[in-house]
C-alpha cells in the first residue's frame, strides 16, 4: 500500500536531574559537594533512506519517543545521556508541525538527518553551585524539560522527470517500456492508483529517474478523481512530459490546457517547468491526422518541439529519452548544490556544560 501522508507525534528525551552528595572518605572529615550533573535527554533524528518509498509503517506506530538523560551521581559522576532516536523516513519526506504548518525539515538528499527535537539538558549537581560563600550547597538543577511535537508528515517523490496526462493516456505502457519499472498495465482509465518510479538508463553513466503520476482529470486540484491525491509529486520533478492522447475523443490541446490549468491552480510554480510534449498512441493514428494535431498546436508551444511516439511499435522513443536526458543534464548542471555539513545531534552546549562530559558513566546516587 503506498501511503504518503500520515500523522505523528513525537518527544526528546528529558535532561537527568543534578546531584546532591558530599564526599565521604576516611581521613577526609570535611568533604566538599561532589553531585555531578544529569545527562542530556535524547533527541528525535529524521534521517532520509532511499530505499524507503512510502510512509506506511507510521500508520501503525505514530508516538516516538527518545530516551531520558540518567540524574548524576556523587563524585562528579555526570549522568548518562539518553539515546537519540532515529527515524527514518523516504527521501522526499516534508516535515510539518502539525499545529502551525511551520515546515520543519525538507529531507530531499540521501542520508540527510535533521534534529526536529532536541533533548532537555541535564541539571547541574550541587558540586557547581559551590562558592566562596557557599561551600556546601544543598541545592542541585533539575532536568530541562523534553520537547513534544505533533508532525504531519507528507511524502513527495523525487524524480528528474514526471510523466503528466489523462488516465489511459499511456504514461504506464511508457514508462515501463523506456525503464524496469512495472507498472499494472489495462485498457481502462485510473489503472494507476499510486504514483511509479523507474530508471531510464541509455549508458552505463547516463540515466534518470522518470515517475508515473496518476491521472488527473479536470477539477483534480479541488478534489476531483485521484490526481488531487499525487499533484504533490509533480513539485519534485525537474522535467515535465506531457503524454496527450490522439486516441482520445478530446482534442490533444484541450487535454493540453486542461492539464496546464489544473497546474497551475495546485502550485503556480509548475507551469514553469521544462516541458516536453508527446503526442502519443501514433501507432492507431493516420499521419494526416497527426500533422493536424502538430499544425494547431497554441502560439504558446514551439511545434518543432513536439515530439509523436508509440510505446507499442516503440516509435520516437529514443529521441524522447534523448531529449529528456539533454533537459535533465542541464538543469542538473545549473542546481550544483552546495554541499551541507551533517546537522549534529549536539550544535550548542550552554557554557556551563562546556567542560562537562555529557555522555558520563551513570553512578548511584547517595
Known amino acids: 500500500m503506498f501511503v504518503d501522508i500520515v500523522s505523528i507525534e513525537v518527544r526528546s528525551g528529558k535532561g537527568g536531574n543534578g546531584a546532591v552528595s558530599f564526599r565521604r572518605e576516611k581521613f577526609v572529615p570535611k568533604g566538599g ?3 555531578g550533573d544529569g545527562g542530556k535527554g535524547g533527541d528525535v533524528i529524521f534521517m532520509a533512506n532511499p530505499h524507503l518509498t512510502t510512509l506506511l509503517d507510521f500508520r501503525y506506530n505514530r508516538h516516538y519517543r527518545a530516551e531520558n538523560g540518567q540524574a548524576g551521581g556523587k563524585s562528579n559522576k555526570t549522568g548518562r545521556g539518553g539515546k537519540n532516536i532515529v527515524i527514518k523516513v523516504p527521501l522526499g519526506t516534508l516535515i510539518k508541525n502539525e499545529e502551525t504548518g511551520e515546515v520543519v525539515a525538507d529531507l530531499t538528499q540521501a ?15 550541587n558540586a557547581a553551585f559551590k562558592s566562596p560563600t557557599n561551600q556546601s550547597p544543598r541545592t542541585a538543577e533539575e532536568g530541562r524539560n523534553w520537547q513534544e511535537l505533533p508532525l504531519t508528515l507528507e511524502l513527495k517523490l523525487i524524480a528528474d522527470a514526471g510523466l503528466v496526462g489523462f488516465p489511459n493516456a499511456g504514461k504506464s505502457t511508457l514508462i515501463s517500456t523506456i525503464s524496469a519499472a512495472k507498472p499494472k498495465i489495462a485498457d481502462y482509465p485510473f489503472t494507476t492508483l499510486v504514483p511509479n518510479i523507474g530508471m531510464v538508463r541509455l549508458d552505463m553513466e547516463k540515466n534518470f529517474a522518470l515517475a508515473d503520476i496518476p491521472g488527473l482529470i479536470e477539477g483534480a486540484h479541488r478534489g476531483k478523481g485521484l490526481g488531487h491525491q ?3 509529486h509533480v513539485e519534485r520533478n525537474r522535467l ?13 490541446w484541450d487535454q493540453y490546457n486542461t492539464l496546464i490549468d489544473e497546474l497551475r491552480n495546485f502550485s503556480p510554480q509548475l507551469v514553469h517547468k521544462p516541458q516536453i510534449i508527446c503526442l502519443s498512441k501514433i501507432d492507431a493514428i493516420p499521419p494526416e491526422f497527426i500533422q493536424h494535431a ?15 511516439i508509440s510505446s507499442v511499435t516503440q516509435s520516437g522513443l529514443e529521441k524522447l529519452k534523448w531529449r529528456m536526458w539533454d533537459i535533465i543534464e542541464s538543469l542538473r548542471a545549473e542546481e550544483s548544490p552546495a554541499e551541507e555539513e551533517q546537522d549534529d545531534v549536539v550544535d550548542y552546549i550552554p557554557p556551563e556544560y562546556e567542560d562537562g562530559d555529557a555522555e558520563g558513566a551513570a553512578s548511584e546516587e547517595e
Do not use: K, Y
Request: aromatic residues 6%.
Open 230 to 232: 499525487f499533484l504533490r
Open 111 to 125: 542520508g540527510q538527518r535533521e534534529v526536529v527535537a532536541r533533548g532537555g539538558w541535564g541539571g547541574r549537581g
Open 240 to 252: 515535465l512530459v506531457f503524454l496527450l492522447d490522439l486516441e482520445s475523443e478530446r482534442e490533444p
Open 33 to 35: 559537594p561532589d553531585g
Open 294 to 308: 502538430i499544425d494547431t498546436a497554441p502560439d504558446t508551444v514551439d511545434r518543432s518541439q513536439i515530439l509523436t
